[in-house]
Nanobody, 134 residues
Framework: EVQLVESGGALVQAGGSLRLSCAAS????????IGWFRQAPGKEREGVSC????????YYTDSVKGRFTISRDNAKDTVYLQMNSLKPEDTAVYYC???????????????????????????WGQGTPVTVSS
């Protein structure tokens, strides 16, 4: 059975930090790109970041660049999202998801985030809530 289990969400003050974890099981972890997404109340889900399985290449959406860091520990089948300098607008439920890694050639007509992160994900976790107070 495939499972993705997020943890680490909490209430934090603006400017603070949190580290989210995504523990995976039931599939060959190294073969999959893991992405983080978030959905704020009343808004559509948006992509945040993703990390490739083969070379741990990392990609971020513009709104979190320089503040969030994604990493993975393939020995533990776990992906982390370190979130620093949190803002109230980061408040959302954060989800991790997995898809079998894209291995095609680089398409320079699209951004790296679009090519490697904005894909069809096969597996999703249940989410962990993050609230940033002002």
């Amino acid at each position: 059975e495939v499972q993705l289990v997020e943890s680490g969400g909490a209430l934090v003050q603006a400017g603070g930090s949190l580290r989210l974890s995504c523990a995976a099981s039931g599939f060959t972890f190294d073969d999959y790109t893991i992405g983080w997404f978030r959905q704020a109340p009343g808004k559509e889900r948006e992509g945040v970041s993703c990390i490739r399985g083969s070379d741990s290449g990392t990609y971020y959406t513009d709104s979190v660049k320089g503040r969030f860091t994604i990493s993975r520990d393939n020995a533990k089948d776990t992906v982390y999202l370190q979130m620093n300098s949190l803002k109230p607008e980061d408040t959302a439920v954060y989800y991790c998801a997995a898809y079998r890694q894209f291995r095609g050639p680089r398409d320079v007509s699209t951004s790296v985030y679009q090519q490697y992160c904005a894909r069809q994900y096969s597996y999703w976790g249940q989410g962990t809530p993050v609230t940033v107070s002002s």
